[in-house]
């Protein structure tokens, strides 16, 4: 696993963190939805400095609704790029702004990665090889940052219950818990009190964080961390095009802050 940089909270904390992006984020509204992420090959050179890893896999099912695209890419680059001007703005970690990874689980250079994200993993379908190797990525230290997805089984997808498979495949014997507001990882930067801080985008009903700890124990390092029935990255994707309030999509990016600093330092 790539060292990991340090992090000092030396700015002031900008409470405004939607604003700030559309300050900062100067073009962004004029992208297109349908971002096509097919059409955008190879990934930026590694140097050392922080980068978003999103993980690319194959899927089942009808994954490729959301504007044609894989449903891994739902939300890319968007939603990470934005996520990190906001890292950029509140800390001193300097991350890539404008680059980020799209990996596969079996790239070789994953473990350059500290901090992964996955969305719509109802569609993720896996090898024993994959499974293997993202097993070794998070007992290693990596940790991994599950978004958007749901038990809708109208599209094909596995719902939790394909989520739940494909780790334990990864990691024999893990069992995902429920996550309580009091763990430190709600508490490293931002002071998250509660689970609902964040209205759905578009899921019915509350959304469930829950968490896969080393040996299942919560006393452990948390190594995943699963936003389930629910959509936090879209806040992130569309923060700057005025689709939600500004206080929600405040939330949203403080969720994400703290993901990534406990991270880092876990």
């Not at 992420?37 to 590694?46: D, I, K, L, S, W």
Request: a negative charge.
């Amino acid at each position: 696993m790539a060292s990991r940089g340090r992090i000092h909270a030396v700015r002031p904390v900008v409470t405004t963190l939607a604003l700030l992006l559309a300050l900062t984020s100067v073009g962004l509204a004029q992208r297109g939805f349908g971002f096509n992420a097919a059409a955008r090959t190879g990934n930026p050179r590694y140097d050392g400095r922080f980068m978003f890893a999103r993980l690319k896999y194959n899927c089942f099912g009808n994954c490729y609704y959301y504007y044609g695209q894989p449903s891994w890419a739902h939300g890319y680059p968007s939603a990470e790029e934005n996520l990190m001007k906001i890292m950029d703005a509140l800390t001193d970690l300097h991350p890539h702004l404008e680059d980020s990874q799209a990996i596969a689980i079996d790239d070789p250079n994953l473990g350059k990665f500290p901090v992964s994200f996955m969305v719509e993993a109802s569609f993720w379908l896996t090898t024993d090889k994959e499974a293997a190797i993202l097993g070794e990525y998070l007992k290693k230290g990596g940790f991994l940052i599950f978004d958007d997805f749901r038990n809708d089984f109208r599209r094909g997808s596995g719902g939790l219950a394909n989520l739940e498979a494909n780790l334990s495949r990864a990691v024999p014997g893990a069992r995902l818990l429920q996550m309580n507001p009091t763990d430190p990882i709600f508490h490293v930067f931002f002071d998250i009190n509660n689970f609902n801080i964040v209205p759905q985008y578009y899921d019915q009903g509350a959304p469930v964080i829950l968490g896969l700890y080393e040996d299942n124990d919560p006393k452990k390092r948390l190594m995943a961390i699963i936003n389930f029935n629910t959509d936090i990255s879209n806040f992130w994707e569309f923060s700057a095009r005025g689709f939600a309030p500004v206080d929600s999509t405040n939330e949203a990016y403080k969720l994400g802050v703290n993901y990534i600093i406990y991270g880092l330092t876990h």
